[in-house]
């Protein structure tokens, strides 16, 4: 066991810079997905039924396919046939992010149901267009409501960016496999890259946590 | 002076409106004159309620027209609408205001976001709504950190800030505990006082019959009759209606 | 006005990401070659995450003797032909066999590797290749190879051999369960077979049956230039003394 101990203490600047790589997909996808993901909520909720339909087929695809298959048809097909060259590391955090809009959409779609209904009419009542009392009175009172939903998504994407090692992305998982195949101290090396995952996870969590509570509005319970 | 004015501020005709199978309004009309004082009486789930959300469009009416100051709302014209939204303050049963701004925030971001009045006015301006409520201490304090009283004075804040030229009331205290019927009552007769347009649904007919010009009975979607409080009140032509009234004026002795 | 500042800090922090995207793209022209760095002796990274191994040493000296710049990218094997038909990469030096399959896909440089097919058991074994790929035995081996391919078409379906195969992302990966008990034998090339044999309690027990395979380089169909240059350069690198200097470094024996 000594000499797994040596290989995992060898290896860990090298994978702890995977860290960055997985870190860097994850925020990347997270933002996406939240940027992406307001707006299908919005549509979801508020939108004419076309809409609605476009963006439930979007959410549907996102959410049906295994991600494994939407990186290999955006890296290898769709980005390729688009002539767009993006590096592994860009194709893998896009997927991840769109996919993590359909999930976000969800997220958001829910906090937005369970606002009462009075607030949107207030708004009107107050002359506000719809898209002003979305933007100034439901997204502020929706995105609150959905921290805590976003703890979820987190450790979700994290783990899920562990696949796109697949196109070469040298995350965490992609460097550990690299260093067992060369050292064949397998065990212990996947051993640290799983407590490496739990890190983060708590991490993540936490400051989602913190997050939540400096956002949260005085006196109001959920 | 303003009472004078024999043009109506606002006018509403014939307006119908069904939820599914079942009619709501079947055809209302009526008219408030600026200054005036109208408010609407009658049993639970008689139309109440849609009428005045119908009168804004919040509730959009199957049928029929609505007049402010003599010019017909188009409310398929999106400016149009909004425009006319901001001349006419609603305060709604169960407050809504907005839970994640304070009181004050709530009183400026129709002036800010709505009027476009630069911070520093529209801060001043809903200062100066929350003083006039009683509220100014209030002022960074959110809505969960506010009693019902408290927050309904809030809500008509936020309303007088946009300079409405008319108030819709739905029934402004009946979600309030008995004692703090009264602050709100209060804030209300104030606005009376200094001459405010308004269309108040209520339960509470003492109150009513003190502040109202003209007092409406309305049942099942219909206006069953109009008149000067001690006329609906006293003298009832209609046996529904006396029988509403005793039974209401009874309750609002015992509380 | 939290949540404005929450909000702000998730933009900025795509606006990086998308200026990252850009970035990565004005990169002058290097010749990308992806490896399956889980492939040692031929491929791997070394202890500070260094691309490794001797054929990527091979084509670091031929692209510093015929005038190129190369970067080398580890990746998943499963991908790394997609990968260089969607020009992700530019060719593929990492123990690449040649296979009339896969002739269909890349264009070939000239060989510069016999390897032969191998079966891995645990020291303390008695099998022999007869008996280990009989009574059901598991036996493991790296998805996506060709020898995978051959035993499934030949061993099991032609000749009707009664053993399972049991797919692995890498050969040390089945390694590793050899020693587990999970699968009697591992079929490996000889080169990975001779690195487990180093660095674990396993022994090799000899061929398969499968005819020798030979390694070349790959790349697109259309790119003959880059053809040509790899097989000049591969041509000189094996006519100097280099070529035997890499083979000892790299403990490869023909």
């Known amino acids: 066991m000594t000499e797994g101990f040596v290989a995992v203490i060898n290896a860990l600047p090298y994978m702890l810079k995977g860290s960055l790589v997985t870190i860097g997909v994850v925020f990347g996808a997270m933002g996406l997905g939240l940027s992406l993901g307001v707006p299908l909520a919005v549509g979801l909720v508020y939108g004419p039924g076309w809409l609605r339909k476009i963006i439930g087929f979007y959410v549907w695809f996102f959410r049906g396919v295994p991600l494994l298959v939407l990186l290999f048809l955006f890296y290898f097909g769709l980005f390729s046939w688009m002539g767009i060259n993006f590096s592994a590391f860009s194709a893998g955090t896009i997927v991840l992010g769109l996919i993590s809009a359909a999930y976000q959409s969800q997220i958001f779609r829910g906090a937005m149901l369970s606002l009462p209904e009075g607030q949107l009419k207030a708004a009107r009542a107050l002359g506000m267009s719809d898209v002003k009392a979305i933007l100034f009175i439901i997204l502020p009172q929706a995105l609150r409501l959905s921290v805590p939903g976003w703890s979820n998504e987190y450790s979700i994407v994290l783990k899920d960016s562990a696949v796109t090692y697949a196109l070469g992305v040298a995350e965490i998982m992609a460097r550990t496999h690299f260093v067992a195949s060369r050292t064949y101290q397998h065990l212990p090396l996947y051993i640290a890259a799983g407590m490496m995952y739990l890190l983060m996870t708590y991490i993540g969590v936490k400051g989602l946590r913190i997050l939540e509570k400096n956002v949260r509005i005085p006196g109001y319970s959920y | ?255 | ?254």
């Open chain 3, 1 to 254: 006005m939290r949540m404005r500042i929450l909000v702000g800090i998730v933009l900025v922090v795509s606006c990086l990401f998308w200026v990252n995207v850009n970035l990565g793209s004005a990169e002058e022209k290097v010749i990308i070659n992806g490896i399956d760095a889980n492939f040692p002796p031929f491929a791997y990274v070394d202890k500070n995450g260094n691309p490794d191994g001797f054929d990527v040493k091979s084509v670091d000296w031929i692209a510093k003797e015929m005038g190129f710049k190369v970067k080398h990218q580890p990746m998943d094997w499963d991908g790394i032909i997609p990968s260089l038909n969607a020009k992700k990469i530019d060719m593929i030096a990492s123990g690449l066999s040649v296979t009339d399959e896969r002739k269909k896909q890349v264009a070939y440089t000239i060989p510069y590797w016999v390897i032969k097919q191998v079966l891995v058991v645990k020291n303390d074994s008695d099998l022999t290749p007869e008996t280990a790929l009989a009574n059901g035995n598991k036996i493991g081996v790296q998805r996506g190879t060709s020898e995978a391919k051959w035993m499934e078409e030949n061993l099991i379906k032609k000749e009707g051999k009664d053993f399972e195969l049991v797919y692995y992302d890498s050969a040390p990966l089945s390694v590793e369960d050899v020693l587990n008990g999970r699968i009697v034998a591992a079929a490996m090339d000889d080169a990975p077979a001779n690195d487990a044999v180093s660095k674990k309690p396993v022994k090799i027990i000899g061929g398969f049956g499968m005819h020798d395979e030979e390694f070349a380089y790959a790349v697109r169909q259309d790119d003959a230039d880059l053809l040509n240059t790899l097989n000049e350069g591969l041509k000189k690198l094996m006519a100097s003394p280099e070529w035997e200097e890499l083979q000892k470094q790299y403990d490869l024996k023909q």
């Open chain 2, 1 to 255: 002076m303003a009472r004078t004015d024999n043009n109506p501020v606002l006018k509403v005709e014939n307006v119908r409106k069904s939820f599914g199978d079942k009619e709501i309004l079947k055809g209302l009309s009526l008219s408030v004159k600026k200054g005036e004082v109208k408010v609407i009486i009658g049993p639970s789930g008689g139309g109440k309620s849609t009428l005045l959300q119908c009168i804004n469009f919040l509730v959009v009416p199957d049928e029929g027209e609505v007049w402010l100051e003599g010019r017909k709302i188009n409310y398929a014209k999106k400016r149009e609408l909004y425009a006319y939204r901001q001349q006419v303050g609603m305060i709604f049963q169960d407050f809504n205001l907005f839970d994640h701004l304070t009181a004050l925030e709530n009183v400026q971001i129709g002036l800010v976001r709505v009027k476009k009045m630069d911070k520093v006015s529209a801060h001043e301006r809903a200062a100066a709504e929350l003083r006039r409520v009683g509220l100014a201490e209030h002022a960074g304090h959110y809505p969960a950190q506010l009693s019902g009283g408290q927050k309904q004075r809030v809500s008509i804040a936020r309303a007088l800030a946009m300079d409405p030229k008319v108030m819709l009331l739905d029934e402004p205290t009946s979600a309030l505990d008995p004692e703090l019927i009264g602050e709100v009552h209060a804030v209300i007769k104030d606005l009376v006082a200094n001459g405010m347009t308004m269309l108040m649904a209520t339960h509470q007919i003492g109150f009513a019959s003190v502040l109202a010009d003209e007092i409406i009975f309305m049942e099942d979607g219909c206006i069953v009759e109009q008149g000067p409080p001690t006329q609906i009140l006293l003298n009832a032509q209609c046996t529904r209606t006396k029988e509403f009234c005793a039974k209401i004026t009874h309750l609002s002795a015992d509380s």
